[in-house]
């Protein structure tokens, strides 16, 4: 089975370039980069890459976008997603052709470095309206080209989120998520000791467009936006005794999950009135055909 892999970056040159030197070594079908608006010198590096095939520049810094982008270019069998900050381990590809010859699709598992040791992650399902629901890494995933193109790609509505979207748009489709232990990336833990910020608004507005884009008005969208909602506020709130937030971006954060939630959920359901096919997908790759800005192909 012939695997393309396209591999979305944005200002990620130098750990861009050990993700391409192991994907490399795994000899694919072609290696497609998507390179967002990077201002550090991605593109002079990635065109000398004697391992890259193809290379598309965007001016969206939207990863569904890249994704799409790399669709439009990708002639395998199959279509193998990889994030710039990972390399893949010896054995990846062989479990990506092996694992999709009985499978529409494959995700596993990354191992991050710690000063402790290696840690790992395992395969996470969730049933939500008797729809049961894999969730696979996007920045570790493969699928066979029937599968993506039959979910039409990803919703470039979302920043974030979309590969979960994804996710909840197979399982629609009666379409499978496999996991193979063998499919392993690697990637090194952070070291500035700091934590990354959340864009609460975004965050929940992707949740609640995804439920309510996939399951419609339905109390369980509600209930599982609520939820989340107030685990987060909780976690947050400990921050906030603990000294480790102020009390003022504590509220802050309540009104940007409210906002977001409330934005999500109105644009969810109407994106579920725009495509009411099982594809659910009505701002997906067949969408546009004017992502790239310029295209570099050695094939």
Known sequence: MDVSVVVPTLNDRDELRGCLDALSAEAPFELVVVNGPSTDGTSGMVRDHEGVDVLVEVDDRNVSVARNAGLDRARGEAVAFVNPTMAVEDGWLDAVVT????????????HEQLRAGVATDSVETRTIRGRAVTYFNGGNAAFTREVVEAIDGFDEYL???GARDAAHRLAGLDYGVAWNAEMCVAREA???????ERDWRDRYRSLAYRLAKNYGAHPTVAFRTARHGVADATSALRDVVDGEAKPTSWFGNGRD??????????DGLRARLSDRTPRRNPNGWSARTDRAVAVYDRR
Do not use: F, N, S
Request: proline share 3%; charged share 20%; hydrophobic share 40%.
């Open 99 to 110: 694992t999709l010859a009985d499978a529409d699709a494959v995700t596993g598992p990354t």
């Open 159 to 161: 920043e974030v989120g």
């Open 190 to 196: 952070a070291t500035d000791g700091g934590r990354k």
């Open 257 to 266: 999950v409210l906002v977001g939630g409330v934005l999500g959920y109105k």
